[in-house]
Nanobody, 129 residues
Framework: QLQLVESGGGLVQPGGSLRLSCAAS????????IGWFRQAPGKERKGVSC????????NIADSVKGRFTISRDNAKNTVYLQMDSLNAEDTAVYYC??????????????????????WGQGTQVTVSS
């Protein structure tokens, strides 16, 4: 069974940092583009960042550029999202997702939900003082 499990969410003060992890089971991530998405209450799910199969190329949303960094360790079958300088607008449930058929995530499609086939259950990130 293909499964992704996110971890690392929690409550953090404005200006703080968190690192989210996305661990895969039932398949090897080494050939898949992976994306991170977030969904705030009452809003649609939006792409935050994605990374290609090897980690050599990434795509990142303007709203988090310069603050969030995506990376992957294929040996550990895990993808990470380092989040710095967090603010209240970053509060959301964060999801990771794998594309079964795509190895890259550049261009306009990489931050859309459509190309992704396997989704985690999400982890809550709350930024508040």
């Amino acid at each position: 069974q293909l499964q992704l499990v996110e971890s690392g969410g929690g409550l953090v003060q404005p200006g703080g940092s968190l690192r989210l992890s996305c661990a895969a089971s039932g398949f090897t991530l080494g050939r898949n583009a992976i994306g991170w998405f977030r969904q705030a209450p009452g809003k649609e799910r939006k792409g935050v960042s994605c990374i290609n199969y090897s980690g050599s190329s990434t795509n990142i949303a303007d709203s988090v550029k310069g603050r969030f960094t995506i990376s992957r360790d294929n040996a550990k079958n895990t993808v990470y999202l380092q989040m710095d300088s967090l603010n209240a607008e970053d509060t959301a449930v964060y999801y990771c997702a794998a594309s079964v058929f795509r190895e890259t995530c550049g261009g306009n499609y990489g931050l859309r939900t459509g190309p992704y086939d396997v989704w985690g259950q999400g982890t809550q990130v709350t930024v508040s003082s």
